[in-house]
C-alpha cells in the first residue's frame, strides 16, 4: 500500500467507497489518509463496510452503511445528504477532530460517539427514531472537550426493545437544545463526571404511556431541561452531587435520590410509587 496520502474519488456516478477503481491513486483511504469526494453531478457514496480515515470532505451525497465509520484527525465535512444506516455508528476521536453534516442528516437507529475531544455535529437532523432493533444504540460524548450537538433535533422516539442511551461522560457535553418532544420508546439520559452536560433546555412533552424515559445526573454531572413537566413513565436519579432541573417536575413513575436533599416543589402525581431516598 501507498504511504499516507489524500485519496481522491473520482467515479463520475455513484458506487461504492470500498472499490479501489473509485479513488486516485487507486485505493481504498485508510486510517491515515484524507478522503475527498468532489465530483459534479448527483452523485451518492455509500459505505456499506466499516470505513477508518484521518478525516473526509464530502460535497456530493454519503449513505454510511457499515458497522462504524470513524474519523480520527482534523475536520471532516459532508456538505451533502448525509444517510446513516443498518445501526451505523458514527464515531470522532481526539483533540481538534470534528465531523459536521452541512446538509440533511437522516440517522434513524444509528449512534454516535464523540471521544477524546472531538465534536460532532448535525445541524440538520431534525427527527431521530430508535427502530424494533434489540442491539443497543448509544450517543455519548466522553471526555473534556467532547460533544455532540444536534441544534435541529426537535423530537425522539426511543426504542421498542432497547434504549437510545444519551451520555454525557468525563466532562463530555451533549446538546439538543431544539428537542421538544420525547415519543413513545425506551430513551435514557446520563451526565455522569464534572464538567459532563446535557442540554434539553425546551424540552416540554413526553408522549410515553408505557415505556420508560429516564434521566440520571451523578458525580457532578448536569442535565438542564428547565421546562420538562415530567410524564407518567419518567424516572429520575440524583447521586453523588448530580444536579438536575426538578422543580418544576409534575409527574413522575419514580425517583431516586442518594447523599443529596432535593425538592420536588411541584410534583403531585407518582404512578408507580417507586421511591428511594438514600443517605
Known amino acids: 500500500r501507498a504511504p499516507a496520502a489524500t485519496i481522491f474519488w473520482t467515479n463520475t456516478a455513484s458506487g461504492s467507497w470500498s472499490v479501489a477503481s473509485n479513488w486516485s491513486p487507486n ?37 454510511m452503511a457499515g458497522r462504524t465509520f470513524r474519523v480520527i484527525a482534523g ?48 445541524p440538520n437532523l431534525v427527527a431521530y427514531a430508535r427502530g424494533a432493533s434489540c442491539s443497543s444504540a448509544s450517543w455519548r460524548a466522553n471526555g473534556s472537550g467532547s460533544s455532540l450537538d444536534f441544534p435541529g433535533l426537535v423530537s425522539i422516539t426511543g426504542g421498542s426493545c432497547a434504549p437510545v ?37 425546551a424540552l416540554s412533552q413526553s408522549l410515553a404511556t408505557t415505556r420508560l424515559h429516564s434521566f440520571e445526573a451523578r458525580n457532578a454531572g448536569l442535565i438542564s431541561m428547565p421546562q420538562f413537566p415530567g410524564g407518567r413513565t419518567t424516572k429520575v436519579t440524583l447521586q453523588s452531587g448530580g444536579t438536575m432541573d426538578v422543580a418544576q417536575l409534575r409527574e413522575l413513575s419514580g425517583f431516586t435520590v442518594n447523599g443529596m436533599a432535593v425538592n420536588f416543589a411541584a410534583l403531585t402525581n407518582l404512578t408507580t410509587g417507586n421511591v428511594s431516598v438514600q443517605g
Open 75 to 122: 475536520p471532516s465535512v459532508v456538505q451533502g445528504q448525509l444517510w446513516m444506516t443498518n445501526g451505523v455508528l458514527l464515531s470522532a476521536t481526539g483533540a481538534l477532530t470534528s465531523f459536521t453534516a452541512a446538509g440533511q442528516a437522516s440517522a434513524n437507529g444509528s449512534g454516535f460517539e464523540a471521544i477524546g475531544g472531538a465534536d460532532i455535529s448535525l
Open 165 to 201: 442511551e444519551i451520555q454525557a461522560l468525563n466532562g463530555g457535553t451533549v446538546s439538543l437544545p431544539q428537542l421538544v418532544t420525547l415519543n413513545e420508546g425506551l430513551t435514557s439520559f446520563l451526565a455522569d463526571g464534572t464538567n459532563s452536560a446535557v442540554n434539553l433546555g
Open 27 to 63: 485505493q481504498v483511504p485508510g486510517a491515515a489518509d484524507d478522503a475527498v469526494i468532489a465530483v459534479p453531478g448527483d452523485v451518492t457514496v455509500t459505505a456499506g463496510s466499516s470505513v477508518t480515515v484521518r478525516s473526509l470532505q464530502c460535497s456530493n451525497h454519503l449513505v
